[in-house]
């Protein structure tokens, strides 16, 4: 794990694990929301996942600048975090042999 800290494609990777994360985390939370009206812990996975996706797009941008991604691995770094499992997918897919 520290050495994930130590460069911006690792530190990506984590914000990107952490995103794929809260974006699923609503799978639990919505139907709580909805169908049990406790709307609590919707909320703050809410909150988590607006900042995690926030954080997760200004590093990909970051990235695309800093490792001179062609763009459309940068479309396609941006899309997989409007899909389930996408984050999980990309990370497998493009990242895991660079560290």
């Known amino acids: 794990m520290k050495e994930k800290l130590k460069t911006s494609l690792g530190r990506f990777r984590i914000i ?3 995103e794929g994360c809260s974006y699923l ?6 139907p709580l929301k909805y169908g049990f009206e406790i709307p609590q812990p919707n909320y703050v996975v809410g909150m988590a996942h607006g900042v995690l996706f926030m954080a997760y797009v200004i590093m990909a941008v970051q990235l695309t600048f800093e490792e001179k991604w ?6 396609w770094v941006l899309l997989a975090s409007l899909i389930p499992f996408g984050t999980f997918y990309m990370d497998a897919k493009l990242f895991k042999e660079r560290g």
């Open 16 to 18: 990107a694990f952490l």
């Open 25 to 30: 985390a609503f799978a639990l939370t919505m």
């Open 70 to 75: 062609k763009l459309t691995k940068a479309f």
